[in-house]
């Protein structure tokens, strides 16, 4: 059984960097057959698709393209975990965020299971 | 990106009920649309892949259909605890994108 545990402080001052992680059980980082995202939830926008990190042969990322410049999600196969790193915040980053894992289908379909218990950042002098 | 329309976004049903939420796509998906259910403070549950694929463990009285871009989420015999939100996601383009949730009160 696959299991994400997050973990990262729940307030971060403007424009400082907030950073998370989410270690893995039951499957591996360096996995070919999946990927591994960052995905937050507020009230005002739902939730939206930060960023992923996979391994296929070499490591790759993928990001939000209204994110890209501001964000980072780099595996630790060290540690068998990855982590969001999401630079100069402001209060619209206020959200719940969460880990997930993505499972790669046909066509290159692909859906989130499972989810990290989430961690609720507050961005707020 | 891909918009994702949930209706009706929110719904209340007796114990016992057949409740219906319909996820629209602002272009074809073909079936690459999965559902989740989420309850106050935890995180999204897979229901439903592939438009009507069961994830393991789920109860079988929850049933996906649709393809392209019109799917519908069914629960029959609604039970108590299935009260929560529940959401569509499309798998097809990037970025995946979510639908804005359907909230289902338990009368």
């Known amino acids: 059984q696959v299991q994400l545990q997050q973990s990262g402080p729940g307030l971060v001052r403007p424009s400082q960097t907030l950073s998370l992680t989410c270690v893995i059980s039951?499957?591996?980082?360096?996995?070919?057959?999946?990927?591994w995202n960052w995905i937050r939830q507020s009230p005002s926008r739902g939730l939206e698709w930060l960023g992923r990190?996979?391994?296929?042969?070499?490591?790759?990322?993928d990001y939000a393209e209204y994110m890209k410049g501001r964000i980072s999600v780099s595996p630790d196969t060290s540690q068998n975990q990855f982590s969001l790193q999401l630079n100069f915040v402001t209060p619209e980053d206020t959200a719940v965020y969460y880990c997930a894992r993505e499972v790669i289908g046909e066509k290159y379909s692909s859906w989130y299971d499972p989810w990290g218990q989430g961690t609720q950042v507050t961005v707020s002098s | 990106d891909i918009q994702m329309t949930q209706s009706p976004s929110s719904v209340s049903a007796s114990v016992g009920d057949r409740v219906t939420i319909t996820c629209r796509a602002g272009?074809?998906?073909?079936?690459?649309l999965a559902w989740y259910q989420q309850k106050p403070g935890k995180a999204p549950r897979l229901l439903i892949y592939?438009?009507?694929t069961l994830q393991s463990g789920v109860p079988s009285r929850f049933w996906g259909s649709g393809s392209g871009t019109e799917f519908t989420l069914t629960i029959s015999n609604l039970q108590p605890e299935d009260f929560g939100t529940y959401y569509c996601q499309q798998g097809d383009g990037l970025p995946r994108t979510f639908g804005q949730g359907t909230h289902l009160e338990i009368k």
């Open positions: 272009q074809g998906v073909s079936r690459w």
């Open positions: 592939a438009a009507s």
């Open positions: 039951g499957d591996s980082v360096s996995s070919n057959s999946v990927a």
């Open positions: 990190t996979y391994y296929r042969s070499k490591w790759y990322n």
